[in-house]
């Protein structure tokens, strides 16, 4: 095993990633930027380096920094997190070329996945079924040949896209012609690449995507799928697994497939192959991701398994420890992304100064953070904050826990989403299961009381009696000095029971 790891990211993922290294007796070196040099992973990692300004492509995404660091602290392997370099072949490549260990994917399955329309030619050859359309760039007149074959709405998409970036959709063939020049000169502005292919049209869809492990001797296996149609503008809000809509014989399928995409790919190390699933349960390969997730918690908690510690035992060149068969799920696990946003400024990022946390644990909870109090949170990076994660024997329980606990999650000085997520663990549909990729946009056009005209003065008078009984500033049991006049003492400082009580009386419901 690696004795010493270099951890090419910031936040929470950082954090994580250093816990297993702890746990795996691996020193850790982080990286940190101007903006984070009080960040939380600075702080908990056993070495750290200065690599340059807040831009990230002058810090976080620059290779050679990077591997400089790699080079001057003696670390063995780079764990690249998730976003900055994590799906960057070229890096991958530097880092074989540099004799550092990159614990992921190799390059050439990563520029497998990062072409769109390149994976789609591989997985029909491997037999994957993915959403009828053409498997190559096309030009306007072989596009509207085969749009008038698979009959419209349907989408254009950029083949160097994903994530929803460069995406158009085209309901009559009318459309067609304005439609496909405007992607293609968005594609090459966004992506420096015009191709652009076309799918036939999944309306109102889910998002499941299957988690999946290679090891470095073809063997690859699945762990469970997640249910993540619950995103606004692309980008995820709460995930689950199990899904509410797959069931064993559905999860053997998809799992199925999802081992074939990764062995198509000649897969190693933690990956996840995304579908999507329409209205019939039907499920279509949509693309794949070649790194370790945000929502990897849900299924660590249904497998038991710890997926980085999986992921450094396969980057060291073992075999996976288990078979399929040995893999079974047990329960129910949700996960809430805490942003720094405002929700009632349209979730518009909310950076600043965290004055006052106050964190939720107890039975079923497993909070991933980057924040301390005290910290402030920069505008340079993604506003994730936090993961929180219930689990529970079956999906009921694992939503009341969450619920409880965010009922005790309390982040002052900064705009959170936390409210957010009450309103969704208590929507009926969502407690139904009922959720597609249109759930949260529909949830939010609709009233709740987070939108109650009384709520600024209930949160004034809440604040000002919050911020005269929190901190403490008297010792219980402690005696106030008596003044010389010989006035009656004064009275006993409220108990700590009664000052918390009374604060969370009146923090927000
Ligand atoms: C689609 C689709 C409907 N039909 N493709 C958006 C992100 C990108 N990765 C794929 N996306 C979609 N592709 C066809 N042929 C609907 C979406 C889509 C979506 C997909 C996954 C998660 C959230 C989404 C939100 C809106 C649209």
Same mark, same amino acid.
């Given at each position: 095993?690696?004795?010493?790891?270099?951890?090419? $990211?910031?936040?929470?993922?950082?954090?994580?990633?250093?816990?297993?290294?702890?746990?795996?007796?691996?020193?850790?070196?982080? !990286? #940190?930027?101007? !903006?984070?040099?009080?960040?939380?992973?600075? +702080?908990?990692?056993?070495?750290?380096?200065?690599?340059?300004?807040?831009?990230?492509?002058?810090?976080?995404?620059? !290779?050679? %920094?990077?591997?400089?660091?790699?080079?001057?602290?003696?670390?063995?392997?780079?764990?690249?997190?998730?976003?900055?370099?994590?799906? $960057?072949?070229?890096?991958?490549?530097?880092?074989?070329?540099?004799?550092?260990?990159?614990?992921?994917?190799?390059?050439? =399955?990563?520029?497998?996945?990062?072409?769109?329309?390149?994976?789609?030619?591989?997985?029909?050859?491997?037999?994957?079924?993915?959403?009828?359309?053409?498997?190559?760039?096309?030009?306007?007149?072989?596009?509207?040949?085969?749009?008038?074959?698979?009959?419209?709405?349907?989408?254009?998409?950029?083949?160097?896209?994903?994530?929803?970036?460069?995406?158009?959709?085209?309901?009559?063939?009318?459309?067609?012609?304005?439609?496909?020049?405007?992607?293609? =000169?968005?594609? @090459?502005?966004? #992506?420096?690449?015009?191709?652009?292919?076309?799918?036939?049209?999944?309306?109102?869809?889910?998002?499941?995507?299957?988690?999946?492990?290679?090891?470095?001797?073809? $063997?690859?296996?699945?762990?469970?799928?997640?249910?993540? =149609?619950?995103?606004?503008?692309?980008?995820?809000?709460?995930?689950?697994?199990?899904?509410?809509?797959?069931?064993?014989?559905?999860?053997?399928?998809?799992?199925?497939?999802?081992? +074939?995409?990764? %062995?198509?790919?000649?897969?190693?190390?933690?990956?996840?192959?995304? #579908?999507? !699933?329409? @209205?019939?349960?039907?499920?279509?390969?949509?693309?794949?991701?070649?790194?370790? @997730?945000?929502?990897?918690?849900?299924?660590?908690?249904?497998?038991?398994?710890?997926?980085?510690?999986?992921?450094?035992?396969?980057?060291?060149?073992?075999?996976?420890?288990?078979?399929?068969?040995?893999?079974?799920?047990?329960?129910?696990?949700?996960?809430?992304?805490?942003?720094?946003?405002?929700?009632?400024?349209?979730?518009?990022?909310?950076? &600043?100064?965290?004055?006052?946390?106050?964190?939720?644990?107890?039975?079923?909870?497993?909070?991933?953070?980057?924040?301390?109090?005290?910290?402030?949170?920069?505008?340079?990076?993604?506003? *994730?904050?936090?993961?929180?994660?219930?689990?529970?024997?079956?999906?009921?329980?694992?939503?009341?826990?969450?619920?409880?606990?965010?009922?005790?999650? #309390?982040? &002052?000085?900064?705009?959170?989403?936390?409210?957010?997520?009450?309103?969704?663990?208590?929507?009926?549909?969502?407690?139904?299961?009922?959720?597609?990729?249109?759930?949260?946009?529909?949830? *939010?056009?609709?009233?709740?009381?987070?939108?109650?005209?009384?709520?600024?003065?209930?949160?004034?008078?809440?604040?000002?009696?919050?911020?005269?009984?929190?901190?403490?500033?008297?010792?219980?049991?402690?005696?106030?000095?008596?003044?010389?006049?010989?006035?009656?003492?004064?009275?006993?400082?409220?108990?700590?029971?009664?000052?918390?009580?009374?604060?969370?009386?009146?923090?927000?419901?």
């Amino acid at each position: 095993m690696f004795k010493r790891v270099l951890i090419a $990211n910031r936040g929470e993922i950082a954090v994580r990633v250093i816990r297993a290294c702890r746990e795996m007796a691996i020193e850790s070196v982080t !990286v #940190f930027s101007d !903006v984070d040099r009080k960040a939380l992973h600075v +702080r908990k990692a056993d070495y750290a380096y200065h690599i340059g300004p807040a831009t990230a492509s002058e810090s976080y995404l620059n !290779v050679e %920094k990077i591997l400089d660091v790699a080079h001057r602290s003696g670390a063995e392997a780079v764990h690249p997190g998730y976003g900055f370099l994590s799906e $960057n072949a070229n890096f991958a490549r530097a880092c074989r070329d540099a004799g550092v260990k990159f614990v992921g994917p190799s390059p050439e =399955s990563m520029e497998m996945m990062g072409s769109k329309t390149r994976a789609r030619q591989n997985m029909k050859r491997a037999g994957v079924p993915f959403v009828p359309g053409s498997e190559r760039g096309l030009d306007l007149d072989a596009m509207e040949r085969l749009a008038e074959q698979i009959g419209y709405p349907i989408m254009l998409k950029a083949a160097a896209g994903g994530g929803g970036k460069g995406m158009r959709l085209v309901s009559s063939a009318s459309e067609l012609h304005s439609a496909y020049e405007n992607a293609r =000169s968005e594609a @090459q502005r966004a #992506f420096g690449d015009n191709e652009v292919y076309i799918e036939k049209y999944i309306a109102n869809p889910r998002h499941v995507e299957m988690q999946i492990f290679g090891d470095e001797h073809g $063997n690859v296996v699945y762990l469970g799928e997640r249910e993540c =149609s619950v995103q606004r503008r692309h980008q995820k809000v709460l995930e689950e697994s199990p899904s509410p809509i797959v069931d064993d014989e559905m999860r053997r399928r998809m799992g199925e497939i999802a081992v +074939r995409v990764g %062995k198509a790919a000649n897969y190693f190390n933690a990956g996840t192959v995304e #579908f999507l !699933v329409d @209205q019939q349960r039907n499920f279509y390969f949509l693309e794949m991701n070649t790194r370790l @997730q945000v929502e990897h918690p849900v299924t660590e908690f249904v497998t038991g398994l710890d997926l980085v510690h999986l992921q450094m035992h396969i980057a060291a060149g073992e075999r996976l420890p288990f078979k399929q068969e040995d893999i079974s799920l047990r329960g129910h696990a949700i996960e809430c992304r805490i942003y720094a946003e405002d929700p009632d400024n349209n979730y518009f990022p909310s950076p &600043g100064q965290i004055t006052r946390l106050i964190s939720p644990s107890g039975p079923g909870i497993r909070r991933d953070s980057g924040m301390y109090e005290g910290w402030t949170v920069p505008i340079e990076y993604d506003p *994730l904050l936090a993961k929180l994660v219930g689990y529970g024997e079956d999906r009921e329980q694992a939503i009341n826990r969450l619920l409880r606990a965010l009922y005790e999650y #309390f982040v &002052g000085g900064i705009k959170t989403n936390v409210s957010l997520f009450r309103r969704i663990l208590k929507d009926p549909d969502f407690r139904a299961g009922n959720i597609d990729t249109g759930f949260l946009d529909r949830l *939010l056009t609709k009233p709740s009381n987070e939108t109650d005209v009384r709520r600024p003065i209930i949160a004034a008078i809440g604040a000002a009696i919050f911020a005269t009984t929190e901190p403490q500033t008297t010792l219980p049991g402690a005696t106030l000095a008596v003044p010389v006049n010989g006035s009656p003492p004064p009275p006993e400082p409220a108990s700590n029971w009664r000052r918390t009580a009374r604060a969370d009386a009146v923090r927000e419901r």
